[in-house]
């Protein structure tokens, strides 16, 4: 009896064996790679396939319960639990429920082919595509990791976006400018329809895209109009693109335009004083005696704006000149509507410890890293209080940003100017202990059109700083410092324009 029920399985066995090797279920990952055959059979006038070999193949397999045939497995990060004889399933301890039961076969668990697409276009691979051509299933059809390129052309640069569908990281690219107007951009593993990708503009600073297929990399060379001012690059980090923004001064339209006029362009006839705060809603810091910022921010721009307007001649637009709230998005845009050739911001700074003192001068930073928004947080804070949160959340974030700070970094080179020319006077006029000049992702730098500086003019949290912001004497001193500052900088500046 013994040996005829050991024959008697084996016989079973095989008879399993058997349809599961004369049918398969083919499947390739991309369109290019390798094809894998999953066991499958027929049963019940359809095509099942084994979800064991499939899990093993694709996937990991965790646990095979052999008392009641339970497979656990993982696939893209999920945890499918099937089990033999039943019409229910989990994914993630979530119960689902099939039409048919699962059954148990020669290879493990067996489903019904059209039911386990189903699921995978469901819960891992929703691009599932089948290709009758070749009979087999492409569970991620699209070959090339880079599929498009677009353009945004800005005001004062183009944004090249690359679009991806493999998550690149920065280290995969390089993006540099040649000394012969070309770009090159290289992308480390990357690979693309070349013709597709291979672009020619009729207008705007790029003029050509040539993709090359290099042994381990994809490189554009693109072809510029001009040479660029700068550049910058980063990975979106919603959709995985590799996003470049050019800095240029290229012009799509061709009017002509008279020397005089850009002359009056770079004449700076017109400075915008931004008084730091401002109002009930923002005090700005508040000084153990009660001292606000907003007050001496406000005195000291006054006293700025005369001297600049008697001295110089120059109109000079306030962003407030009364204790009122002016959000920080408004500011930037009253200078630029102003036509401001110049815009210089003024604040005091605090921390909790009495003990530092002295004035620093900031300028946007090209860069929104998470160190810059923290080293700005305080004079930002206030959008907190403001209604329109939405309008900041994507100011800072890192596309936006970089789309943002664009109109400002054409004039990075002259904000530092500026704002090394104010640390200067302030140490060797005033003697005051300069802090230096920084950067910082300033949301009131962010807009201005125009080289844009903000200054901290000595912290109220400690007491002989204090003590001296509240001396008129001192303030008119460091408006004073300002003035000289900003009369060098105009002096340097048209000289060069004259020059030309
Ligand atoms: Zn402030």
């Known amino acids: 009896m013994q040996k005829i029920k050991k024959y008697l399985l084996v016989i079973i066995l095989l008879l399993g064996i058997i349809p599961a090797f004369s049918q398969v279920v083919s499947f390739r990952l991309t369109a290019s790679s390798e094809s894998q055959n999953i066991f499958a059979s027929s049963l019940y006038g359809a095509k099942w396939m084994s979800l064991n070999h499939f899990f093993k193949t694709y996937g990991e397999i965790n646990s095979i319960n052999t008392e009641d045939w339970t497979l656990t497995a993982t696939l893209s990060g999920k945890e499918y639990i099937f089990y033999a004889n ?28 059209a039911e386990f697409i189903r699921i995978l276009k469901q819960e891992a691979f929703p691009k599932v595509q089948y290709n009758p051509a070749d009979r087999h299933y492409i569970l991620s059809p699209s070959d090339f990791s880079i599929i498009d390129i677009t353009l945004r052309e800005m005001k004062n640069g183009t944004i090249v976006r690359i679009k991806t569908n493999t998550a690149f990281r920065k280290e995969h690219c390089r993006v540099w400018q040649g000394n012969n107007q070309y770009l090159y951009v ?19 600073v790029i003029r050509e895209i040539i993709p090359i297929m ?60 931004d008084p730091g705060h401002g109002g009930k809603k923002s005090p700005g810091a508040i000084a153990p005696d009660g001292t606000m910022e907003k007050n001496i921010a406000l005195d000291v721009s006054l006293r700025l704006g005369r001297l600049l307007e008697s001295k110089l001649g120059v109109k000079v637009v306030y962003t407030r000149e009364k204790d009122i709230f002016v959000p920080l998005w408004q500011r930037p ?26 004035t620093e001068t900031y300028l946007l930073s090209p860069k929104s890293t998470e160190k810059s928004i923290e080293i700005a947080a305080r004079e930002n804070k206030v959008i907190e209080l403001e209604e329109d949160q939405e309008r900041y959340k994507k100011l800072l974030s ?23 020319a104010v640390e200067s006077n302030y140490k060797n006029r005033m003697g005051c202990r ?8 300033f949301i009131v730098l962010i807009g201005p059109a125009m080289p844009a500086i903000l200054t901290e003019i000595g912290f109220i949290s400690n007491w002989g700083e204090l003590k001296n912001l509240k001396k008129d004497s001192y303030r008119q001193e460091i408006a004073y410092s300002l003035y000289l500052a900003i009369r060098d900088f105009k002096k340097n500046q048209e000289r060069e324009i004259k020059d030309h």
């Open 86 to 113: 039943s019409t229910f399933y989990q994914i993630n301890g979530k119960w689902y429920h099939l039409p048919t039961t699962v059954e148990r076969l020669s290879y493990g668990l067996y489903i019904p082919e």
């Open 333 to 358: 845009k009253i200078a630029n509507e102003a036509g401001g050739k110049l815009f210089i911001s003024i604040h005091c700074n605090s921390v909790e410890s009495s003990r530092p003192y002295g």
């Open 186 to 204: 290289s992308i480390y593993g990357a690979s693309a329809n070349m013709n597709k990708l291979s672009r020619k503009y009729s207008a705007g």
């Open 434 to 441: 300069t802090r230096g000049v920084k950067q910082a992702s």
């Open 214 to 273: 290099a042994k381990d990399m994809l490189q554009f060379n693109v072809k510029m109009r001009m040479k660029i001012d700068g550049l910058d690059y980063f990975i979106d980090p919603q959709s995985g693109d590799i996003v470049i923004s050019l800095r240029h001064s290229y012009q799509k339209s061709t009017t002509p335009i008279s020397e005089t006029q850009i002359k009056n362009r770079w004449m700076i006839d017109t400075i915008v004083i």
């Open 398 to 420: 890192p596309e936006q940003y970089i789309l943002s700070t664009m109109a400002q970094s054409v004039y990075m080179k002259d904000s530092e100017a500026l704002a090394q």
